[in-house]
């Protein structure tokens, strides 16, 4: 699988509850809130963004809700009730590039090894898949 180009991709999975509001008065929703599933793809080891999981996660569970929150809601140009983060749903090969972009930076992480990085910003919150499985 080496050679599959999307061997090394990863998502962000996210559990979303999302508020429609019609702006005509006339018209109503019932239920006007369902939750929904959200990725986002994850910035490839080492390129801007890849520390997306530093700076949002801790424990697997984001670690300031109503800022994704704010920040999806505008992505998706509705309203978001909640977020709470799900996984980080990865391949073998983005896996093993975000083990040795940390272990390259562990001092940005407070961190003496890799995988109490790992550990400590995303819990038991990943998932090893196979690329067709993103």
């Known amino acids: 699988m080496a050679d599959d180009p999307d061997d090394g991709a990863a998502r962000y999975v996210f559990s979303v509850v999302v508020r429609l509001e019609p ?7 019932d239920p006007a809130t369902f939750e929904t599933t959200l990725s986002r793809e994850a910035a490839p080891p ?31 140009g509705v309203a978001v009730d909640s977020v709470g983060f799900r996984e980080l749903r990865t391949t073998r090969g983005h896996y093993e590039a975000l083990r040795a972009a940390i272990a390259e ?14 550990k400590k910003y995303l819990g038991s919150s990943i998932h090893v898949v196979e690329p067709g499985d993103l």
């Open 23 to 29: 702006e005509a008065p006339d018209l109503r929703l």
């Open 105 to 118: 930076d562990l001092d940005a992480f407070n961190a003496d090894d890799v995988d109490e990085v790992l």
């Open 46 to 76: 080492g390129e801007e963004g890849w520390r997306f999981f530093r700076d949002n996660c801790w424990r697997g569970e984001l670690n300031h809700p109503e800022h994704v929150r704010e920040l999806l809601a505008a992505d998706l």
